[in-house]
């Protein structure tokens, strides 16, 4: 009996370490920043040849919101002042970048005195939010944008959809 109750206790052990999460010093450790990594970005890892990375950033990374719960918007405006880009490099280098192209529905607008922000907007280009982003770093602006803009081609999809209907209403 005690050998099985000994037995059953290194099991539940070796289970609930298995299951157990790395601490934030272990994920910094392991290059991987456990405040602001998301388990969507682990999936990723693949693409780019580190399959062996992604049982760690499993353990370090927080699970994403729902996709229906983030909110996407249909256009997006980075406003930021040139006189400024000394105080913000990594915004000057995202929007001096190609990375911009990647999102037509992103408006670059240069403003006189502004600290950098990020305007988010419907349809009607009306504006629903507004983010200063002066500490984000390039790669966190375009996740950024990837994660809260909609796709062009599925607002030509939703476009073309609402044309056709239109064309039929009698």
């Given at each position: 009996m005690n050998k099985f109750l000994i037995s059953l206790i290194g099991l539940t052990c070796g289970l609930v370490y298995s299951i157990a999460e790395f601490t934030a010093e272990d994920c910094w450790s392991l290059g991987l920043n456990k405040a602001n990594l998301l388990c969507s970005s682990c999936d990723q890892l693949g693409k780019y040849g580190l399959n062996d990375l992604k049982d760690h950033c499993k353990q370090c990374c927080h699970k994403d919101e729902n996709a229906d719960a983030v909110k996407r918007y249909p256009k997006a405006?980075?406003?930021?002042?040139?006189?400024?880009?000394?105080?913000?490099?990594?915004?000057?280098?995202?929007?001096?970048?190609?990375?911009?192209?990647?999102?037509p529905n992103l408006n670059i607008r240069y403003v006189r005195g502004l600290d950098p922000v990020i305007k988010l907007l419907d349809e009607d280009s009306n504006i629903q939010e507004v983010l200063a982003i002066e500490k984000w770093d390039t790669d966190t602006v375009e996740e950024f944008l990837r994660t809260h803009l909609i796709p062009p081609e599925e607002l030509e999809e939703g476009k073309h959809k609402t044309d056709f209907l239109k064309t039929n209403m009698v």
């Open positions: 405006r980075l406003e930021v002042c040139t006189c400024k880009f000394g105080a913000y490099p990594q915004i000057q280098a995202f929007v001096k970048s190609d990375k911009p192209d990647k999102f």
